[in-house]
Structures are given as structure tokens and as C-alpha cells.
């Protein structure tokens, strides 16, 4: 494809987006490559808790506990939350939300935020793993301490040892990828989460995308969704 076709196909694509799935599917991985590609925010409710968490504020010392143990954090404090930092942002030309919403209660809420500036969620990209691959992904996690950026030592390694390969930073595990927190995790999303599915579907906004293989067919796999209208 010409680049004027590939842009093309980028305009008319559905830009407020919402990715879901299974811890370690890939979300934020696949929502920062295609926030570059189409220039509008990531919002990763996650990075936004750790960076509080990170600067020691109020909010962070309120939440440590939850990640820490690999809970929810609770929707009145998270919608808040996720409030702020959402007016932070343009979202006039789009976004992508990964981490939020995680219950229907949230689901709900973002509805009638996004309603009151005059938008919609456009599509709902439901990264799909098999139990057996999230643990393998999540044990090989490691993030950058400065930007953010996702690596995985056995599938998207970085070019030089344990360095960020866009920044320099340092490379660390996730407190909460550790084995024990990992398992509730899952167990919270099964219970929490895995409903929104339903939600969306019965809404026609979602796009099921598996996140087996490597990232560049799984991010194949999501531009293919966005790009097919219904
Ligand atoms: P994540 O980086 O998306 O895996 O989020 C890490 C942790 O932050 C989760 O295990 C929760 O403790 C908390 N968290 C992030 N987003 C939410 C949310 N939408 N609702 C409740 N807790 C959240």
C-alpha cells in the first residue's frame, strides 16, 4: 500500500479505544506502538497508579496496598482518579485506555464521562491469552524505570542487556509480577474483569484479537480490527 492509502486507512479508523484483557496479553505494549502510529494518547491507569505511587502523593500511598497485593483498587477512588487524569488530556482526535474500566461499575462510569464531553468509546480490543501463556509472559515482564516502555525477556527482549532500548533506563520486574500476586491477579480479572466482555459485545464494540505469537502479527492483528468497519 502507498502511504497516502495507509494514511487513509489511519484516518477513518475507530480512535477511542478501549483495550481489555488478561494481565500480560500485551495491552500496553500494543497501546503505546499504536498511540505513536496514529498520534493519540495512551492512558494506562496502571502506569498512572505507579507513577503516584512513585512520587509518594496522596493518592499513591491510598492505592499501594491494593497493587501491591494485586487487588482492585476501589471504583470510587479509581474513577476519581482516572477522571483527573483524564481532563488532563486532548482527547478530541482520540485515545487509547488500557487498565480502564476493569468492573462493569467503571465501564459505566467512563460512559457517562466520555457522554458529557461529547464522545463515545468506538471500539473495545479484547487481547485474548491462554491462562498457561500469561503466567510464561508475566514472569518475563520487565519495564523500563524511566518511560514506561515493555519488554519481555523471552519474546520482545531489549537490544542491550537489561537497558531500555528507547531511553537508557533501567530495567525492572513489576512488584506485583511476582509469582504469588500474579495468580490473584488472574483470579481478580476472571471475576471483575471478564464480564466486560459480555458488556461490550452487547454493545457491538467488541474486537476479539488473540495475543498468542509475536508482538508485530499481534499488532497486525489490532490495526486489522480498527481498520475493518462494520
Ligand atoms: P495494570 O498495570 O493495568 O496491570 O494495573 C496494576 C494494578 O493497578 C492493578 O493490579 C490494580 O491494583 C491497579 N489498577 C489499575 N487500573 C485499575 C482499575 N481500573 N481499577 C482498579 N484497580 C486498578
Known amino acids: 500500500v502507498s502511504s497516502y492509502e495507509a494514511l487513509q486507512r489511519i484516518l477513518k479508523m475507530k480512535k477511542n479505544i478501549i483495550l481489555l484483557g488478561p494481565p500480560g496479553a500485551g495491552k500496553g505494549t500494543q497501546g503505546q506502538l499504536l498511540s505513536k502510529k496514529l498520534n493519540i494518547p495512551f492512558i494506562s491507569s496502571g502506569d498512572a497508579l505507579r507513577e503516584e505511587i512513585n512520587q509518594k502523593s496522596a493518592i499513591g500511598e491510598k492505592v499501594d496496598s491494593f497493587i501491591k497485593k494485586g487487588a482492585l483498587v476501589p471504583d470510587y477512588v479509581i474513577e476519581e482518579f482516572i477522571a483527573a487524569v483524564l481532563n488532563k488530556y486532548d482527547l478530541s482526535r482520540g485515545f487509547i485506555l488500557d487498565g480502564f474500566p476493569r468492573t462493569i461499575h467503571q465501564a ?123
Open 108 to 230: 459505566d462510569f467512563l460512559n457517562n464521562y466520555l457522554k458529557d464531553i461529547n464522545a463515545k468509546v468506538d471500539a473495545v480490543i479484547y487481547i485474548s491469552l491462554p491462562e498457561e501463556e500469561i503466567v510464561k509472559r508475566i514472569s518475563g515482564r520487565r519495564v523500563c524505570k524511566q518511560c514506561g516502555a515493555v519488554y519481555n525477556i523471552y519474546f520482545n527482549p531489549p537490544k542491550h542487556d537489561m537497558k531500555c532500548d528507547r531511553c537508557g533506563g533501567e530495567l525492572v520486574q513489576r512488584p506485583d509480577d511476582k509469582k504469588e500476586v500474579v495468580e490473584h491477579r488472574i483470579k481478580v480479572y476472571k471475576q471483575e474483569t471478564k464480564p466486560l466482555i459480555d458488556y461490550y459485545n452487547n454493545h457491538h464494540l467488541l474486537y476479539e484479537v488473540q495475543g498468542q505469537g509475536i508482538l508485530q502479527d499481534v499488532t497486525e492483528r489490532v490495526e486489522k480490527v480498527l481498520n475493518d468497519r462494520t
